[in-house]
């Protein structure tokens, strides 16, 4: 994660490292004429000699989230958990928002920002509720996002939030150069925000606006900041890179609903494992008219849509 | 013509091997091959039933499917037991110390054996995990009131003289009158078209009877909220958690506020563009 922005003269040499061994020297040295040549001298030698999240081994892993844990410390004044949970055997996650129910309050909006560390200012949130037209149906062109009477649901519309499909077939994760972004076991995609680069190919190529950059430094007040975190998910991010919906994954892969289905006071999200013949996701899928948004783009969302009417 | 040939010989001669072993791999299934029988009579039922009851908490399970009999929580009774004493006594096996003791047994159990099946207040007939009914503040239990002896009963239709809160809201269909749900002789409870009555942490049985296909969605869990664990304990939310009963339909809500346009969108400090 580099910041091309050239704000302060590169702070000298950093700590001057044990050379141990012909590696650990050639490592810190190539990390110190980098950062020099690019000027980034907020991060430290770790974090830029990171790996990838997937190439870490279990103690490199332990150390990095030491690490990332001192630092949320240091910068919100509370005990940040940050987790590293596995996908669950046996598991794909599957989504389904009842468009019949939803009613656009816009609650679950507000429930994921807070629960997933979105940063306030400027303003991020992966749920984008659109109000639609009852007469032109599911039509991205009579869409609007601003609404705001005094009250939901209003006459001949209908609601249509928009959040991370979890596609199948994701092309975000088809046009990352660098690898930093990937589909999990259980179906969840995910960004390795130490490994992404910021650009924002992935937003390009993503059809449902569903990716999100940090165009500035994130601002959460501390009071706000959510400590129970995951590496691959909700974690505060810094400046620079792309996030987006997983899930709630530091919830549900402690068998917890995601936030946003806890939250709707219609009872329209249904969540719950596709391999199991009787969840709720199940359930829909066989008994309701089930839809898929911009199903003709082959991503195979994991995201459904239907009518429970 | 059309032979029919009665099929009452289970083991008949004609019966494929085939065929006999698919029907006890169903039996065993349900647990109730004459194998399975002997072990369930030989084992401590309390222990044998825990395993089922670990899977009942994520199913409705119905009062008849239940095998063991309810006797409070220290002790469930298995019915091979108490065969398998009876016979025990009648065929001289068990000494009368051993029957003294099972007597014993028994006779702690029925102490801490409470009604047959009493529910929890949180918890409906089927097992499912419901919160408590919205109650007005103490409205409820509607029986210090309406106990029959300083309130008549009086089952006319009519405007009430309490209760202006409800009948100005009452819109239900219509012709809706109190005891058309409400039940008449026992004011806490509620009751259904054929009279049954159902408590109040059961109602959507009463809803149920109109609304049959909002009850068969609910039960499966496409209609209505879930809370909890979407893989292990839920709370299920009642209808009248989100329809008030006595005006069914789901009332409109303020928004949350909408997003920022992108042209109004600060950037923080040290942001760049």
New interface residues.
Partial sequence: MTDL?P?QPPAGDPETPACGSRREFLGTAVATVAMALTGCGQVSKEEFLQHNFRELSKDELKTIIARLEHEYEEKYHKAVKVGNEPP?PG?IFGYAL?LSRC?????C??ACVKENNQ?R???I?WI?VLQMDKEEGVDIQHAE?????????QESHFYMPVQCQQCKRPPCVKVCPVGATWKEKDGIVVVDYNWCIGCRYCMAACPYGARHFN?????IDSADVNPVTHYLGNRPRP?GVVEKCTFCIQR?RK???PAC??I????SR????LL?A???IR??LE??RVFKFKEDLNTQPTFFYFY?V | MNIRVPNKTLMGPREGRRASEARNARRRVAGTTRDERDAASRRPPAFARRDEAGQAL??VRSLEQRTTLPCGPFLAVHPAWLHRGLVGVLLGTLSPIQFAGLALLLLTATAFAGPPVKPTESSAPEGIQVPKPPFSEGIFPCSSCHDGKSMKVDTRRRELGMHAEIQEILHHGPNRWCLDCHDAQNRDRLHLASGEPVAFTASYLLCGQCHGDKLR?WR?????????????QKQY?LCVN?HNPHSPH?K??????????PEY?????????
């Fill in positions: 922005r704000t669950l598991v009842d009613i656009g309050c816009r609650r909006v507000h940063s200012d400027p303003q949130q984008r996002q601003y609404y705001n009477p005094e009250e939901v649901p165009w500035g430094e994130p601002h400046k549900t068998g917890l609903y289905v806890e709707c006071p219609t009872g249904k969540f719950g494992n199991d009787k969840s709720e359930q829909v008994s309701k429970g | 994520r199913g969605d499966v869990g496409i209609h209505g909220k879930r809370t909890g664990s979407w893989n292990g939310l989100c789901f409109p809500l303020k928004p949350m506020p909408p997003p920022t346009r969108i600060k950037m923080a400090k040290g942001g760049v563009r």
